[in-house]
């Protein structure tokens, strides 16, 4: 659904580069996460990749559009969620939703089921002047489902929500994924590039360090280890044990068999440790 080969950008002629000599492919139907600090090239790949900035070097393909020179066509199956949220302070929710439906040539979704989606229903004819900046960020993700479009851009949709109302809207992603949409997510936050993403590319100073899933990196990087708690001549006791030494599997088996163990947890490398490693760098 998109393909990315030899992409360099820069918004100083000579550079430096924001992005450089990116390579990547998103198969129909996959959320393919670029993780990395600001600065790293995250939204600037959007952008060359959504045809706001334009195609200096390289070849990109997106849904069978040649990106050098896009075709209005294209758009009809673009949606984009903006990290920094771009409504219309004077129209109402629903007014955004019905303009934003107007500018499409395709079939587009009921404003108002949108609304209620992302739990804006009950101020849909309200200013957004007036909205909280959560409030407008929601309504820029329902706005980039208006015309369901198959190859779906968010950047860093949860930012700014409170933890209830992100896990709604990481379910949504994964919905409208199921359905069939292709999603290009951009974002610093690991957590949820690990819940949502078949791949994971990182990208540290405009370069692509590493693409995986993150099951795969964490199995590359990650040491087996579990946590045991359990009691000892009347005590609670935790021990951390490798699951890949003969001797800590031995004492596994043995705590085991006296059926003294209350509580196992394994532990795995997180996505933001597997980053550090790799690229030696944080996400702040």
Not at 60 to 73: I, L, Q, T, Y
Not at 75 to 85: A, I, K, M, P
Not at 218 to 240: C, W
């Amino acid at each position: 659904m998109i393909t990315v080969k030899g992409l360099n950008h820069s918004y100083k002629k000579g550079g430096p580069f924001a992005v450089k000599d990116a390579n990547f492919e998103i198969a129909k139907g996959e959320i393919l996460g670029f993780l990395g600090p600001s600065g790293a090239g995250k939204s600037t790949t959007q952008g060359v990749l959504t045809g706001l900035l334009p195609l200096q070097t390289g070849e990109v393909n997106v849904a069978g559009f040649d990106m050098r020179h896009p075709k209005r066509e294209l758009y009809n199956q673009l949606g984009v969620s903006f990290e920094q949220s771009n409504v219309y302070a004077k129209l109402t929710a629903l007014e955004n939703l019905q303009f934003y439906a107007s500018l499409f040539d395709v079939p587009t979704e009921d404003p108002m089921k949108l609304l209620a989606l992302v739990g804006l229903d009950h101020v849909a004819r309200k200013r957004t002047g007036e909205f909280s900046k959560g409030m407008k960020h929601r309504l820029t993700f329902a706005r980039s489902m208006i015309n369901k479009p198959e190859v779906w851009f968010l950047d860093e949709p949860t930012t700014g929500l409170d933890p209830a109302i992100a896990h709604d809207i990481k379910g949504i992603i994964k919905e409208r994924n199921n359905r069939g949409a292709t999603v290009f997510l951009t974002t610093h936050n690991m957590q949820v590039a690990d819940e949502l993403c078949h791949r994971v590319a990182f990208i540290v100073d405009g370069e692509i360090k590493l693409i995986d899933s993150p099951r795969n990196l964490k199995l590359r990087y990650g040491e087996r280890v579990v946590d045991v708690e359990h009691t000892a001549d009347g005590a609670l006791k935790t021990e951390r044990m490798s699951l890949s030494a003969r001797e800590d599997q031995q004492r596994l088996n043995h705590l085991l068999e006296q059926g003294t163990v209350q509580t196992m947890h394994t532990k795995e490398a997180t996505l933001e440790e597997i980053f550090i490693a790799v690229t030696g760098r944080g996400l702040s």
